[in-house]
């Protein structure tokens, strides 16, 4: 079953308004989880990441937010851009579980200028 | 969910070897993989992109000789690393879809380790 869910298939948001996009996880093992953006033909890169030990990690127009308790992680891109349109992966991953990746299935963003 | 699983987790080995990871889905049928490979600062490069019953489509730059992949089946695609040397040594990830633009379903990933 999926350890990492995205339960947002898609989402548009008005270019300069919030992005918010969400991930639920059901293994409490799970102490690091990372956020990838993928465009079309290309592998997912690497955006922002969050352990266990934080409930908040700001890198620029991105922040990404941890509830352990509810094990649910949020991703916010503020003020959203055009070129934000991609789509996003969420990845969870532990040193219980042997560092093994587990992905969500991505929610594709489009920003709307 | 769709599951995709990867085997093995993780592998050492010696240079010069070949290793072979499989890669499955688990409850549905994957008309196409895709293969990839983790770099530091940990985003993911395609390698390829395989569908069932043809031959694999390489990106750029990646050896099609050394990185030999099979999708024999709707459920299995196999990636292996022929002559492995320790620059080999990675994260490879495979990522499973029903089909082109379908959600795709990741890997949990090997980790290869060449000595």
């Known amino acids: 079953d999926q350890q990492v869910k995205q339960n947002s298939p898609s989402l548009s948001v008005q270019e300069g308004r919030i992005s918010i996009l969400n991930c639920d996880y059901t293994?409490?093992?799970?102490?690091?989880f990372l956020w990838y953006k993928k465009y079309p033909a290309e592998g997912p890169t690497f955006l922002i990441s969050?352990?266990?030990?934080?409930d908040k990690n700001e890198d620029g127009r991105f922040t990404v937010f941890l509830n352990k308790s509810a094990k649910h992680l949020s991703l916010h891109i503020v003020p959203s851009q055009p070129g934000d349109s991609a789509v996003y992966f969420c990845a969870a991953s532990g040193l219980a579980t042997g560092n093994q990746f587990y992905f969500g299935t991505g929610t594709s963003l489009t920003v709307i200028p | 969910g769709a599951v995709v699983s990867q085997h093995p987790s993780r592998v050492i080995c010696k240079s010069g070897t070949s290793v072979k990871i499989e890669c499955r889905s688990l409850d549905f049928q994957a008309t196409t993989m895709f293969w990839y490979r983790q770099f530091p600062k940990k985003s993911l490069m395609l390698m390829a992109t395989?569908?069932?019953?043809?031959?694999?489509?390489?990106e750029q730059g990646v050896e099609k000789d050394k990185f030999l992949i099979n999708h024999a089946s709707l459920t299995l695609s196999t990636l292996t690393v022929t002559s492995a040397h320790p620059e080999d040594s990675s994260f490879y990830i495979c990522?499973?879809?029903?089909?082109?633009?379908?959600?795709?379903?990741f890997g949990p990933g090997t980790r290869l380790l060449v000595l």
């Open positions: 969050i352990s266990s030990i934080k």
């Open positions: 990522s499973a879809a029903s089909g082109r633009g379908e959600t795709q379903y």
């Open positions: 293994n409490s093992m799970f102490d690091y």
């Open positions: 395989s569908n069932e019953g043809s031959k694999a489509t390489y």
